[in-house]
């Protein structure tokens, strides 16, 4: 009858303690939820100073109308939102916000870096890519066309250096973390502006040999694409406003009577509604609703994740 007892007693106590255990997770767990911070960095540029609309030079689109619109929406999802806009959007300054976003980091935070200007093809510098071309952003400050000795490509904002401050937020914000990067730019089409809106990027690439950039469409049919993650990196994903060899078209809103970058506009529509803390249903619906959309039906959302 002892031996029953003591049994009985042992599992009682077992019981208890896995109660413990539990009841420590889930307020560890609690815990690490409310630490949990929300990060938005939004780039925008709609003047590039091209007041007499020159060819040569980056036409002036509506990159600040998107920050304007954005903005207020993170903030009212609990983001601690830095914006940069116009002739605040120079490469040292989006640099500059880039390292004091991983500096403020913590494990579980969720960041959201958003980029709407002009894009362009960059001559590849160190051979990583099979088409001889990177990607770049197109800060306030930086030139379309290479010119020896006085504008060698240094404001340029190309996906090497990205990959680099993106590689150092998945370490600090850890498995438990989310990372989003929004770029609604594009890295063709024209520097043209018509009655259908205006286009963000340019056809020509920025070559220090002069080659041609000629992107092999056939190569590109893809709208999702697979991300790698290294041991201890977060989850990221990556939304594009379109395929690179397509035009970003900007769309005009009647009840603001503002142009919008595509993909900034449909984003905001479903922040509406819609909570941005985690990759699911809300990339979807941005996605349908800019494949519902005649005024861009030429272009294709393009999504790059690594879940």
Excluded at 97 to 120: C, P, R, T
Excluded at 159 to 182: N, Q
Aim: hydrophobic share 35%; aromatic share 10%.
């Amino acid at each position: 009858m002892l031996k029953v007892f003591d049994i009985i007693m042992r599992l009682n106590n077992i019981q208890k303690v896995i109660g413990m255990i539990a009841f420590s997770m889930m307020c560890f767990s609690s815990i690490n939820t409310e630490a949990q911070t929300k990060h938005a960095l939004i780039v925008g540029v709609s003047d590039y100073g091209n007041i007499n609309e020159d060819p040569n030079k980056w036409s002036n689109i509506s990159g600040a109308n998107d920050v304007a619109l954005l903005s207020p929406l993170f903030e009212k999802q609990g983001y601690k939102v830095t914006t940069l806009v116009d002739s605040k959007a120079t490469y040292s300054n989006i640099i500059g916000a880039l390292k004091k976003v991983v500096k403020e980091l913590n494990n579980g935070d969720i960041v959201y870096l958003h980029f709407s200007m002009h894009g362009q093809p960059f001559e590849d510098l160190n051979g990583d890519e099979a088409d001889g071309w990177d990607e770049a952003l197109i800060p306030v400050d930086a030139q379309m066309q290479y010119d020896e000795g006085k504008y060698e490509g240094k404001n340029h904002l190309i996906d090497d250096e990205m990959e680099k401050y993106i590689a150092k937020i998945r370490t600090r914000i850890g498995i438990y973390g989310e990372l989003f990067v929004v770029l609604d730019a594009c890295h063709s089409g024209t520097a043209s502006r018509g009655d259908d809106g205006r286009i963000r990027g340019v056809r020509e690439g920025f070559t220090r040999s002069g080659k041609d950039y000629t992107p092999d469409r056939s190569k590109e049919t893809n709208e999702y694409f697979k991300v790698s993650t290294a041991k201890g990196q977060s989850p990221v994903t990556f939304l594009e406003a379109c395929r690179s060899y397509q035009q970003n078209k900007e769309i005009f809103d009647q009840e603001s009577k503002n142009w919008y970058g595509s993909l900034s506009y449909y984003i905001a529509k479903v922040m509406k509604t819609q909570q941005i803390d985690k990759m699911g249903k809300w990339i979807e619906t941005v996605k349908t609703g800019m494949a519902g959309d005649r005024r861009i039906r030429k272009q294709n959302m393009v999504i790059e994740s690594s879940k």
